[in-house]
């Protein structure tokens, strides 16, 4: 198996996308070998009546296939941990992350901050699952944290983070990645997740210049 420069661990098909598309697909564009390790398939998202509650988890993976092929993102694996549930599975999604980084011995690992971006506990397990594997894993990899360089603006939600929260924990932004040539396919692979519009038109409203520039927080391991 090649080894990765670049895998991604995220908690819902859509994540990838929205928060290091322009990353993954400028690794891939250079001739990089880019994966994702998605937790779950997304099945207790919004259908926005575009199928039923039954259908989502299968339309999502869809939606996530079609989205990291536009990104050139070589492996996309897409794992059935439950969605909304994810922080009483974390041994499991520990050891999915573990034998991921031990078969493609990445360069790079891109994994949620501690507060999840937005407070989701879902994306908050993730962190801890991605740092756990890290922690057992004896290669050697750099690793960085999704952050933002802008306040965090949006309305408490129930079982979320209170947005004071997300908002005291936000890492800073060690590393920023001017979007640029790539952002074409990181507009394109949004697009894809036709069900998770309404996210894709909350980053558009609240957080635009998340776009063009990608903002990192390296972990010193």
């Keep these: 198996m090649t080894p990765a ?25 250079r001739g990089g070998v880019a994966v994702t390790v998605t937790l779950t398939r997304g099945g207790a998202g919004r259908t926005l009546g575009m199928c039923t509650e039954d259908e989502l988890a299968a339309v999502r993976e869809e939606e996530l296939r079609r989205a990291t092929e536009v990104l050139g ?41 501690p507060n999840g971006m937005n407070g989701h506990p879902d994306h908050r397990a993730a962190h801890r699952i991605a740092l756990a594997a890290l922690h057992r894993y004896r290669g050697t990899t750099d690793v960085l944290l999704v952050t933002s360089t802008a306040p965090y603006t949006e309305c408490g939600r129930p079982g979320f983070l209170a947005p004071s929260q997300v908002e005291g924990m ?52």
């Design 73 to 113: 993102v070589a492996s996309a694996e897409v794992y059935d941990l439950p969605d909304g549930g994810l922080v009483d599975h974390e041994p499991e999604g520990t050891a999915l992350v573990l034998d991921a980084l031990r078969r493609w011995t990445p360069r790079r690992v891109v994994a949620f901050p």
């Design 5 to 29: 420069d670049l895998l991604v661990v995220v908690a819902h098909p859509d994540d990838e996308s929205l928060h290091c598309g322009g990353l993954l697909h400028r690794t891939t564009r």
């Design 170 to 221: 936000r890492l800073p932004a060690t590393e920023q990645m001017v979007v640029g040539e790539s952002l074409e396919a990181k507009l394109r692979a949004m697009g894809h997740y036709e069900t998770q519009a309404r996210s894709v038109a909350k980053i558009l409203r609240c957080y635009p210049e998340t776009l063009f520039t990608e903002a990192f927080h390296r972990v010193t391991r």
